[in-house]
């Protein structure tokens, strides 16, 4: 294993079971009951490494499982298979007290400003709660002192820690969610899309912070936007995900200058841009298949203008290109595109 | 921004200028407030104590309210068929009905906050197996068990230990009849609750099960149990009320503003309606009062609902 | 040459029990026949609130205070509610940000279309379907004689925007007000939704204002810009001007803060503070508390919109002239 990745994911697989109860599964086939299960397969096998101090980025469309990753990433939802390694130990498989350790070095900061902090909690409950939970016995004027240099280091006057979290504008919240996440001095935070539900004006002020934040601590990021420009713009490795499944994954400028997946290039070219020249937009046809019965072969196949009789029948595997890019698709490979 | 107290948020808070506004709800409490008072510091303001044998006596019974012609001005409601004081008698039955009726109501909430929240929380086959519960509980009416355990005690303990016990029983049908109530909603809004971030970002702090539990997700679910609490206040010294009357509630003894609306019930053709008319118009106007508080607690908790 | 559309001096409040909270203030914007404007600002800017109440979707507690909307020689502002009905959906068409407050989830997408064909025009029912499935065909749906008998949960939410687009053209309206039309929507199926209602206004002559948050959908899309800030234009203009040559200090910062214009990895340019709340204006500009190159002026006036040399109206004391 590389010394420098911190984190690894490997050939992670992540289903939910929807059927419900019992009677919800029970069907009639062919004049028989059955009993069948409606499995989400909300990401299927993907592997990939994060660097020390980097920020890779993860992009896709709603419902591509890019969310269900970070939490997989994260502990939240125990993965059906393969691992995940945190700085070379496997921590996939470890009970909440054994897991202990790594909460303070891996933190998440979460979409919805307004949902991810307590409303019954004010500012101070929600920022010390983690700092005594991990430092049993701290003082309550340590745990005070780190509250206020958490505060001041994402730009809140300390004086509102009274205060309750629907007092606070949306990127207010956010810079709280993410002085929550600052608390235990962690190495790695996962942030799940932290600023898609911010205006403008705040969007930038909460991707200064975060990107001053990784300066100072020295924090490696897992990003998950659909917003391509902001990724661009964070990144350093950015990975493309489609309906569970790695697309291509590349270094963000290698990415953005020249994609070779079908499906990036069909993202890309839908970003819109102020001021410049209209792009011509590549028009995928149909719609993304539900993660429920995903179609055979690759899963793009249904959309991509280079589909053939291969990649209806035959999953893609990865492969390396360029300096440290790898893509999963046959065009690609064969030499089509 | 600025830094309050407690009390400054609370002056400062909608649901203080709200209430204020509203004069249904103001008036509602005021009612309820007086009736609170009077009935729990009912040894202080009456002027006989019904209980004490020795205050009562038999030659005094039936006497009509104070303004009417053969009233006596020591009873001002008259006094009922053993000669007791009604208006004493009222306060005392008064504090017993909201003994029982606050009393059964803490016991619902207690058994159903609790089982709500493990079910919600937990999921899977333990809130099957408690929600069921919880249904074969709802699916017996409070009447029915109420009946047959307090017959039964009756009948097996003799009525002497059962007036002994006849309060903490009482709470105890009361509350187990009813608090399936508390335990749906809180299991709704449980699971309403827990997939908000804010709980993920406690497990991603690494806090356990439990703490998560009661520490985060409780305090957001308790909007609607306030709610229902005040409705089920009102059904259960209803409840009390209702077997009361039919003689398998508080003891004549002791009375409560349901007996006492029974025993007065024997004297109504004979003339002394008044027995039966003042607990009556006592019990329907706390039933009322606190109704009118739950509605307004839950329009303003719940603005989506239309105020028609 | 006649407007369309001229909105002027539009003032709309909302009766709160602090107080009227003035959402929209002295709002003034004109456009063409076959024009595309584009009205951009953040949450709470009072663009929708614009965008509603020119056809007067604004319901109790808010009410058009003031000025006038003067549509194809009407004044809408002035029209009663029955007069309104027959310009909605009829003469100006509505496309929301959820396709569902359009669409009827219990039936099916022929009658709705039909249905708005009967209401407003005279014709049979065979002539309305043929006229709903014309306009299928124009906003691409595939197949769409079989997606006529489908209800709309049957759709995903791409196609229901479509469908929702194609209601809106059924009565062949001259002027769409669409708002935030594909901020629900993943980027790829928003450049197609962008690029039809592009292609539909082009070749249908159609007026189309444009309500959204993102300036560079709106850059693509539309000719004229309008920017708001806290119920305010505060810069409009032609979009290419204004979008490459801002020159109200908040547009300048909003173009500033997208992650597209510094180069990768660079902090970006922010604008300190947040928008005002409507309830506690600041006097004078509302912008000042943020701006860098606020002066005395600033707190005290209120800026009027006024031209620059390059044509764009800006509302700022310290804008060039």
Same mark, same amino acid.
């Given at each position: 294993?590389?010394?420098?990745?911190?984190?690894?994911?490997?050939?992670?697989?992540?289903?939910?079971?929807?059927?419900?109860?019992?009677?919800?599964?029970?069907?009639?086939? *062919?004049? !028989?009951? $059955?009993? +069948?299960?409606?499995?989400?397969?909300?990401?299927?096998?993907?592997?990939?490494? =994060?660097?020390? /101090?980097?920020?890779?980025?993860?992009?896709?469309?709603?419902?591509?499982?890019?969310?269900?990753?970070?939490?997989?990433?994260?502990?939240?939802?125990?993965?059906?298979?393969?691992?995940?390694?945190?700085?070379?130990?496997?921590?996939?498989?470890?009970?909440?007290?054994?897991?202990?350790?790594?909460?303070?070095?891996?933190?998440?900061?979460?979409?919805?400003?307004?949902?991810?902090? *307590?409303? !019954?909690? $004010?500012? +101070?409950?929600?920022?010390?709660?983690?700092?005594?939970?991990?430092?049993?016995? =701290?003082?309550? /004027?340590?745990?005070?002192?780190?509250?206020?240099?958490?505060?001041?280091?994402?730009?809140?006057?300390?004086?509102?820690?009274?205060?309750?979290?629907?007092?606070?504008?949306?990127?207010?919240?956010?810079?709280?969610?993410?002085?929550?996440?600052?608390?235990?001095?962690?190495?790695?935070?996962?942030?799940?899309?932290?600023?898609?539900?911010?205006?403008?004006?705040?969007?930038?002020?909460?991707?200064?912070?975060?990107?001053?934040?990784?300066?100072?601590?020295?924090?490696?990021?897992?990003?998950?936007?659909?917003?391509?420009?902001?990724?661009?713009?964070?990144?350093?490795?950015?990975?493309?995900?489609?309906?569970?499944?790695?697309?291509?994954?590349?270094?963000?400028?290698?990415?953005?200058?020249?994609?070779?997946?079908?499906?990036?290039?069909?993202?890309?070219?839908?970003?819109?841009?102020?001021?410049?020249?209209?792009?011509?937009?590549?028009?995928?046809?149909?719609?993304?298949?539900?993660?429920?019965?995903?179609?055979?072969?690759?899963?793009?196949?249904?959309?991509?203008?280079?589909?053939?009789?291969?990649?209806?029948?035959?999953?893609?595997?990865?492969?390396?290109?360029?300096?440290?890019?790898?893509?999963?698709?046959?065009?690609?490979?064969?030499?089509?595109? | 921004?600025?830094?309050?107290?407690?009390?400054?948020?609370?002056?400062?808070?909608?649901?203080?200028?709200?209430?204020?506004?509203?004069?249904?709800?103001?008036?509602?409490?005021?009612?309820?407030?007086?009736?609170?008072?009077?009935?729990?510091?009912?040894?202080?303001?009456?002027?006989?104590?019904?209980?004490?044998?020795?205050?009562?006596?038999?030659?005094?019974?039936?006497?009509?309210?104070?303004?009417?012609?053969?009233?006596?001005?020591?009873?001002?409601?008259?006094?009922?068929?053993?000669?007791?004081?009604?208006?004493?008698?009222?306060?005392?039955?008064?504090?017993?009905?909201?003994?029982?009726?606050?009393?059964?109501?803490?016991?619902?909430?207690?058994?159903?906050?609790?089982?709500?929240?493990?079910?919600?929380?937990?999921?899977?086959?333990?809130?099957?197996?408690?929600?069921?519960?919880?249904?074969?509980?709802?699916?017996?009416?409070?009447?029915?068990?109420?009946?047959?355990?307090?017959?039964?005690?009756?009948?097996?303990?003799?009525?002497?230990?059962?007036?002994?016990?006849?309060?903490?029983?009482?709470?105890?049908?009361?509350?187990?009849?009813?608090?399936?109530?508390?335990?749906?909603?809180?299991?709704?809004?449980?699971?309403?609750?827990?997939?908000?971030?804010?709980?993920?970002?406690?497990?991603?702090?690494?806090?356990?099960?439990?703490?998560?539990?009661?520490?985060?997700?409780?305090?957001?679910?308790?909007?609607?149990?306030?709610?229902?609490?005040?409705?089920?206040?009102?059904?259960?010294?209803?409840?009390?009320?209702?077997?009361?009357?039919?003689?398998?509630?508080?003891?004549?003894?002791?009375?409560?503003?349901?007996?006492?609306?029974?025993?007065?019930?024997?004297?109504?053709?004979?003339?002394?309606?008044?027995?039966?008319?003042?607990?009556?118009?006592?019990?329907?106007?706390?039933?009322?009062?606190?109704?009118?508080?739950?509605?307004?607690?839950?329009?303003?908790?719940?603005?989506?609902?239309?105020?028609? | 040459?006649?407007?369309?559309?001229?909105?002027?001096?539009?003032?709309?409040?909302?009766?709160?029990?602090?107080?009227?909270?003035?959402?929209?203030?002295?709002?003034?914007?004109?456009?063409?026949?076959?024009?595309?404007?584009?009205?951009?600002?953040?949450?709470?800017?009072?663009?929708?609130?614009?965008?509603?109440?020119?056809?007067?979707?604004?319901?109790?507690?808010?009410?058009?205070?003031?000025?006038?909307?003067?549509?194809?020689?009407?004044?809408?502002?002035?029209?009663?509610?029955?007069?309104?009905?027959?310009?909605?959906?009829?003469?100006?068409?509505?496309?929301?940000?959820?396709?569902?407050?359009?669409?009827?989830?219990?039936?099916?997408?022929?009658?709705?279309?039909?249905?708005?064909?009967?209401?407003?025009?005279?014709?049979?029912?065979?002539?309305?379907?043929?006229?709903?499935?014309?306009?299928?065909?124009?906003?691409?749906?595939?197949?769409?004689?079989?997606?006529?008998?489908?209800?709309?949960?049957?759709?995903?939410?791409?196609?229901?925007?479509?469908?929702?687009?194609?209601?809106?053209?059924?009565?062949?309206?001259?002027?769409?007000?669409?708002?935030?039309?594909?901020?629900?929507?993943?980027?790829?199926?928003?450049?197609?939704?962008?690029?039809?209602?592009?292609?539909?206004?082009?070749?249908?002559?159609?007026?189309?204002?444009?309500?959204?948050?993102?300036?560079?959908?709106?850059?693509?899309?539309?000719?004229?810009?309008?920017?708001?800030?806290?119920?305010?234009?505060?810069?409009?203009?032609?979009?290419?001007?204004?979008?490459?040559?801002?020159?109200?200090?908040?547009?300048?910062?909003?173009?500033?803060?997208?992650?597209?214009?510094?180069?990768?990895?660079?902090?970006?340019?922010?604008?300190?503070?947040?928008?005002?709340?409507?309830?506690?204006?600041?006097?004078?500009?509302?912008?000042?508390?943020?701006?860098?190159?606020?002066?005395?002026?600033?707190?005290?006036?209120?800026?009027?919109?006024?031209?620059?040399?390059?044509?764009?109206?800006?509302?700022?004391?310290?804008?060039?002239?």
């Amino acid at each position: 294993m590389q010394t420098d990745s911190l984190v690894e994911v490997k050939n992670l697989v992540k289903h939910f079971d929807i059927s419900g109860g019992l009677l919800d599964q029970l069907t009639m086939e *062919n004049g !028989r009951i $059955t009993r +069948r299960h409606t499995i989400v397969q909300a990401v299927n096998n993907i592997s990939f490494a =994060i660097k020390k /101090g980097e920020t890779l980025s993860v992009v896709g469309e709603s419902g591509c499982g890019k969310s269900t990753l970070a939490r997989t990433v994260m502990g939240l939802y125990p993965p059906n298979s393969g691992e995940v390694h945190y700085g070379g130990e496997r921590i996939d498989q470890l009970s909440s007290k054994q897991m202990l350790p790594f909460r303070t070095k891996m933190q998440m900061v979460f979409q919805d400003p307004y949902a991810s902090l *307590n409303p !019954r909690m $004010t500012v +101070r409950q929600i920022v010390e709660e983690p700092i005594y939970f991990h430092n049993k016995g =701290i003082t309550r /004027g340590d745990a005070k002192d780190r509250l206020h240099k958490v505060m001041r280091s994402v730009g809140m006057d300390p004086e509102w820690a009274n205060n309750y979290p629907h007092e606070f504008s949306g990127g207010q919240r956010q810079r709280i969610s993410i002085a929550r996440a600052l608390a235990v001095d962690p190495e790695f935070i996962v942030a799940d899309e932290p600023i898609a539900a911010l205006d403008v004006s705040i969007q930038a002020q909460v991707l200064n912070l975060l990107m001053d934040a990784q300066e100072e601590r020295n924090l490696t990021y897992l990003f998950i936007s659909h917003d391509l420009s902001v990724v661009e713009h964070i990144s350093t490795r950015v990975a493309v995900m489609y309906l569970g499944c790695l697309c291509e994954l590349a270094p963000a400028k290698e990415l953005f200058s020249s994609p070779r997946h079908p499906y990036t290039q069909a993202l890309l070219s839908a970003i819109p841009t102020v001021g410049g020249k209209r792009k011509k937009h590549i028009h995928l046809s149909g719609d993304v298949p539900t993660p429920i019965n995903l179609p055979a072969g690759c899963v793009f196949n249904g959309r991509c203008p280079h589909a053939n009789d291969r990649c209806r029948m035959e999953i893609p595997q990865s492969m390396k290109v360029g300096s440290e890019g790898l893509v999963v698709c046959h065009a690609v490979e064969e030499g089509r595109i | 921004m600025k830094t309050r107290s407690r009390l400054q948020r609370f002056k400062e808070s909608y649901f203080l200028h709200d209430f204020l506004r509203d004069p249904v709800a103001l008036t509602s409490f005021c009612i309820l407030v007086v009736f609170l008072v009077l009935g729990f510091a009912a040894a202080f303001i009456a002027p006989f104590n019904p209980y004490d044998a020795m205050n009562i006596n038999i030659m005094d019974a039936e006497i009509p309210p104070a303004w009417l012609p053969g009233g006596n001005p020591d009873f001002l409601f008259g006094t009922d068929g053993q000669g007791r004081d009604l208006f004493s008698t009222m306060l005392y039955g008064l504090r017993v009905s909201l003994i029982i009726g606050f009393g059964a109501v803490a016991l619902q909430a207690f058994l159903g906050i609790f089982v709500g929240l493990i079910a919600g929380f937990m999921g899977k086959s333990v809130e099957s197996i408690l929600m069921r519960i919880a249904d074969v509980q709802l699916s017996f009416s409070t009447y029915m068990v109420a009946i047959f355990i307090s017959a039964i005690f009756q009948a097996a303990f003799g009525l002497a230990k059962y007036e002994e016990i006849a309060v903490p029983l009482l709470i105890l049908i009361i509350g187990f009849a009813e608090w399936p109530q508390y335990a749906r909603t809180v299991r709704a809004s449980v699971l309403a609750e827990k997939k908000k971030e804010y709980v993920e970002a406690a497990k991603v702090i690494g806090l356990s099960k439990t703490r998560i539990m009661w520490r985060h997700v409780l305090p957001n679910t308790l909007s609607p149990v306030f709610v229902i609490s005040t409705i089920q206040v009102a059904n259960a010294i209803m409840s009390e009320a209702a077997l009361s009357f039919v003689g398998l509630g508080m003891p004549v003894t002791q009375p409560s503003l349901g007996s006492l609306i029974n025993v007065g019930f024997e004297y109504i053709f004979s003339g002394s309606w008044w027995i039966t008319m003042f607990p009556g118009i006592v019990l329907v106007v706390l039933i009322l009062v606190i109704n009118l508080l739950g509605d307004w607690l839950r329009d303003f908790l719940n603005p989506k609902l239309y105020k028609g | 040459m006649q407007h369309l559309l001229e909105v002027k001096d539009l003032s709309v409040e909302f009766a709160l029990r602090t107080g009227a909270l003035r959402a929209v203030r002295n709002v003034s914007f004109t456009l063409n026949k076959g024009e595309r404007l584009g009205l951009v600002g953040e949450s709470g800017a009072g663009k929708s609130v614009t965008g509603f109440s020119i056809i007067k979707l604004i319901s109790q507690p808010g009410y058009i205070s003031g000025g006038s909307i003067l549509f194809e020689g009407k004044d809408l502002a002035k029209m009663s509610s029955e007069g309104i009905r027959n310009i909605r959906g009829n003469r100006i068409s509505m496309i929301f940000q959820d396709p569902m407050m359009t669409l009827n989830p219990v039936l099916t997408i022929g009658t709705q279309m039909t249905e708005t064909v009967l209401a407003h025009m005279d014709v049979s029912y065979k002539e309305a379907e043929k006229i709903a499935l014309e306009k299928l065909k124009k906003v691409y749906i595939p197949s769409p004689r079989k997606r006529l008998a489908q209800y709309p949960h049957e759709f995903s939410g791409g196609m229901r925007q479509r469908i929702v687009i194609a209601i809106s053209l059924l009565t062949e309206p001259s002027l769409i007000i669409a708002d935030e039309p594909t901020t629900a929507l993943d980027v790829t199926i928003q450049a197609e939704i962008m690029d039809l209602l592009l292609e539909l206004c082009q070749t249908d002559d159609m007026g189309l204002i444009l309500i959204t948050h993102d300036l560079a959908v709106v850059s693509e899309v539309t000719e004229r810009i309008a920017v708001m800030y806290a119920g305010s234009i505060v810069e409009t203009g032609l979009t290419s001007e204004v979008t490459m040559n801002p020159a109200h200090p908040y547009t300048k910062g909003l173009i500033a803060a997208l992650p597209q214009s510094g180069g990768a990895g660079d902090r970006l340019t922010q604008i300190p503070g947040a928008m005002p709340s409507l309830i506690n204006m600041p006097s004078g500009c509302p912008f000042h508390s943020r701006c860098t190159i606020c002066t005395d002026i600033c707190k005290v006036e209120v800026p009027q919109l006024e031209a620059n040399k390059s044509g764009t109206l800006v509302a700022c004391h310290h804008a060039d002239k």
